[in-house]
């Protein structure tokens, strides 16, 4: 069974940077499209960005230009680079399969405040 074990969330100030890590266990993780998703207090899980098995990148709107999606095969690991942090990024996030596995991870908590 497919499993995501998200870290790297905390507190930063606005402007500020993280870098989440999300490790993968119980599929053939070369060959997956992974996305990292996110939800804020009060509104629905919403995509943030996406990495597929070849190494293209895609991005939300609303990240585009501030976050660097990116994968190291060797460690089953997806990694989301955050810059310019802003307030409205503040919430849990998540990394899933492209298509999203019915199980999830815990998540990583992420608060944007001075």
């Known amino acids: 069974q497919v499993q995501f074990v998200e870290s790297g969330g905390g507190l930063v100030q606005p402007g500020g940077s993280l870098r989440l890590s999300c490790t993968v266990s119980?599929?053939?993780?070369?060959?997956?499209?992974m996305r990292w998703y996110r939800q804020a207090p009060g509104k629905q899980r919403e995509p943030v960005a996406t990495v597929l098995n070849g190494g293209t990148t895609t991005y939300a709107d609303f990240v585009r230009g501030r976050f660097t999606i990116s994968r190291d095969n060797a460690k089953n690991t997806v990694f989301l680079q955050m810059n310019m942090a802003k307030p409205e990024d503040t919430g849990v996030y998540y990394c899933n399969l492209l298509t999203p596995a019915t199980v999830w991870g815990q998540g990583t908590q992420v608060t944007v405040s001075s």
């Open positions: 119980g599929i053939m993780f070369r060959s997956a499209h």
